[in-house]
């Protein structure tokens, strides 16, 4: 039984898509904790009423970005996660931070990376002329919105497309990969060889479920 502890800042929209489907999938783990760095996190909430323990470790608390990922790495230790889960964590983290989750630590990006890191992906898209768009989940490296990619989402670039219109599409994409990501992970079904993630579709439940 893997733990699982899920990082956010907001409403958490893809956390409440891997709480989910966690449950109603049944999958062989248990989701310790939802941590924030904003007390007004909306996601704070649902974590709470699913029964999920939960923490705030405000980011403007702390005088530098090294003493604010050592907080937050003390207090996602509490619950001896085998796996963290960013999902809209609206931090830069430090290399020492990222290297202490090495291989259990994973993001979604809404672009197709390596296009568009960083933020404003949908606008950088739309002003790119890009025909087609999307998400990646990736492994979290010391690279900002780098990192072995799991899988990513293709969502075509429509003529009338806005920002908004565009950033919806995506989003629907990530509620798919995200929790397909993470339930592979915990099934051990994702390992990396020479940077790049293979995923066994022989092992655990077939991929499609």
């Not at 929209?13 to 966690?22: F, G, Y």
């Not at 492994?139 to 990192?147: I, K, Q």
Request: glycine letters at 6%; a neutral charge; proline letters at 6%.
């Amino acid at each position: 039984m893997k733990n699982i502890v899920i990082l956010i800042s907001g409403r958490g929209s893809n956390m409440q898509a891997i709480v989910r489907a966690a449950k109603s999938e049944q999958w062989p783990c248990r989701i310790a904790a939802v941590i924030s760095n904003r007390a007004d996190a909306e996601g704070l909430a649902f974590a709470a009423e699913h029964g999920i323990a939960t923490a705030v470790v405000p980011s403007k608390s702390f005088p530098s970005r090294d003493d604010f990922d050592a907080a937050l790495r003390a207090e996602i230790d509490k619950f001896a996660p085998d796996l963290v889960v960013l999902a809209g964590f609206m931090r830069i983290l430090t290399p020492a931070f990222v290297e202490h989750y090495a291989g259990r630590m994973l993001n979604i990006h809404p672009s197709l990376l390596p296009s568009f890191p960083g933020l404003a992906t949908h606008r950088q898209a739309l002003a790119a002329g890009v025909k087609f768009h999307g998400a990646t989940v990736h492994f979290v490296t010391a690279e900002l919105d780098h990192g072995p990619i799991v899988e990513q989402a293709v969502v075509p670039v429509l003529p009338e497309d806005t920002e908004h219109a565009l950033a919806e599409r995506v989003l629907a994409q990530e509620h798919v990969i995200y929790p397909r990501s993470v339930r592979r992970f915990i099934e051990d079904r994702l390992s990396i060889e020479n940077g790049l993630v293979r995923v066994d579709h022989a092992a655990g439940k077939p991929a499609t479920t």
